[in-house]
């Protein structure tokens, strides 16, 4: 049976989650709750909701979308994207993500297919470093790439 790269994402980034709900920095906000969203190269958007409180989640979903949408839209990691526009690299414009609905919170990550499509990635709920870390090493176990910060 064919899984999509979501569905195998989702799943590493489910067998890798309790490592992360260990580490007292990680669950300090969110109390192991969080969401795992994905828009895939056909357009067809996903998600995985962890923990145990609705409130909760309900924050890091809108948070995640935010991140989600931003990566799509740009291609850019969620913080390096607001580096390089306010370093003068970037000319936010040029995407359709203005100033101020940026989503400077690290843990949208964008991803690459073996054929080069951009599948948009993103976490929330753990500490950004975290939030990016578990999906590119849930990237790498399925065969994806992560798009370079540079």
């Not at 913080?79 to 390089?84: P, T």
């Not at 936010?92 to 919170?105: A, L, N």
């Not at 690459?112 to 753990?126: C, H, N, R």
Request: glycine share 12%; charged share 25%; net charge neutral.
């Amino acid at each position: 049976m064919f899984q999509s790269y979501f569905e195998k994402l989702t799943a590493e980034v489910i067998r890798l989650a309790p490592e992360y709900i260990k580490n007292p920095e990680d669950i300090q906000w969110n109390k192991g709750n969080g969401v795992f969203l994905c828009i895939e190269s056909d357009g067809a958007i996903r998600g995985h909701i962890f923990g145990d409180n609705q409130d909760i989640q309900h924050k890091c979903y809108e948070i995640g979308v935010r991140k989600l949408l931003q990566v799509w839209r740009t291609g850019y990691h969620t913080g390096h994207f607001e580096q390089l526009v306010y370093a003068g690299k970037l000319d936010e414009g040029k995407f359709g993500v203005q100033k101020p609905t940026f989503i400077g919170w690290e843990g949208g990550v964008p991803l690459l297919t073996p054929d080069k499509k951009l599948i948009a990635a993103a976490f929330s709920g753990f500490s950004g470093t975290s939030d990016i870390a578990i999906i590119e090493r849930a990237a790498v176990l399925v065969g994806l790439s992560t798009v370079k910060r540079a």
